[in-house]
């Protein structure tokens, strides 16, 4: 899968440079733009002044779209109109927002995730994953906690794992899953319990586990079916645990009693051919998928009806110069 290529050459560049991240660890967390490091020769936010957000556009909900080539798209919600761009990212990948509206940026060959308020143009904070590499990002919206999932360990790309920031600070106290090596996505469900999905070593199969609310380990889901190869984005769907199939074009809704899973039901993705790995958002009666209509392409934005599926209600072409498109999230405005 071209993204997972992306993100395992991107890791190898980047490895050469773990050294000197590390020996700034104590300066990192929280840092302010002025103060950040540099990742293999390159400031994370190198490129950060030709970012730009339309006036206005913080007063209502707002969706972001990451994308490959080093910018996250910003576009109006529900209307889709494009109303900004974020830029000097090495390799945006997953997102995820707060109830407050504050956007997570998770960059994975830069080993950092970046914080902005809703509708700002530069990162508030800076946090980094120490001796690991990160995808995917969720919000506690019970605790302000983050977690994000790591790919995996830096540099020796061996095991991840999923870290946690309390109230979205500090250094991160870090989990891992018997049940699998590679991890994904993770997401929060109402309560505080997270879950996270990856795959085991030597393999593609769809691996689930759950971290419970207040935790101190992460425990495996047992499915009781098998869900095909290369597991997209987990979130919480306010009834169900919805987790993709990126090679199928399906999404499961899983119902988690104790440590099984079973599905629930099934949606599919009309119109999707890319067979890519992307990452989902699901908001209220809408979920937002990036997605292509030709193989190994992810340059369109669709919006399908959650948990129908089937037709998307409506479709947006990416800006001139879009590469890959990846994740997705909507954060909901002040108005």
């Given amino acids: 899968m071209d993204r997972l290529r992306f993100v395992r050459g991107a890791l190898g560049a980047a490895a050469a440079a773990s050294m000197l991240v590390a020996c700034a660890a104590s300066q990192l967390s929280g840092a302010t733009p002025a103060s950040l490091p540099t990742v293999a020769g390159t400031s994370v936010l190198s490129a950060s002044m030709r970012s730009w957000i339309s006036s206005g556009a913080q007063n209502g909900d707002l969706l972001y779209v990451s994308d490959a080539n080093g910018a996250v798209y910003v576009y109006s919600y529900p209307a889709a109109k494009l109303v900004g761009t974020l830029t000097g990212f090495k390799g945006p990948a997953g997102l995820c927002s707060d109830r407050a509206g504050n956007v997570y940026v998770v960059d994975t060959p830069a080993v950092a995730v970046l914080k902005y308020a809703h509708g700002g143009k530069k990162p508030i904070e800076v946090l980094h994953v120490y001796g690991y590499y990160p ?17 995996a360990s830096n540099p020796q790309l ?3 794992s999923v870290t946690i920031f309390r109230k979205g600070r500090g250094m991160g106290t870090s989990y891992q899953a018997s049940n699998f090596n590679e991890y994904f996505f993770c997401g929060f469900d109402a309560k505080g319990n997270l879950f996270v999905d990856g795959t085991n070593a030597g393999t593609t199969q769809t691996e689930l586990a759950e971290l419970p609310h207040g935790g101190a380990s992460l425990t495996g889901i047992t499915l009781k079916q098998n869900l095909g190869p290369f597991p997209g984005a987990v979130q919480w769907d306010g009834k169900y645990v919805a987790l993709e199939d990126a090679t199928t074009n399906a999404l499961y809704r899983i119902k988690v009693t104790g440590s099984n899973g079973t599905v629930a039901g099934t949606l599919r993705f009309k119109g999707d051919r890319s067979s890519l790995l992307a990452q989902f958002w699901i908001a209220g009666s809408t979920i937002v998928v990036p997605y292509g209509v030709v193989k190994r392409t992810v340059r369109k934005i669709g919006f399908w009806p959650y948990p129908a599926g089937g037709a998307a209600a409506k479709s947006i072409q990416a800006p001139t110069g879009a590469s890959e498109l990846f994740g997705s999230t909507v954060s909901v405005g002040k108005n």
């Fill in 135 to 151: 995808q995917g990002c969720s919000v506690d919206a019970t605790t302000g906690d983050l977690a994000v999932a790591n790919y």
């Fill in 158 to 160: 061996g095991p991840g």
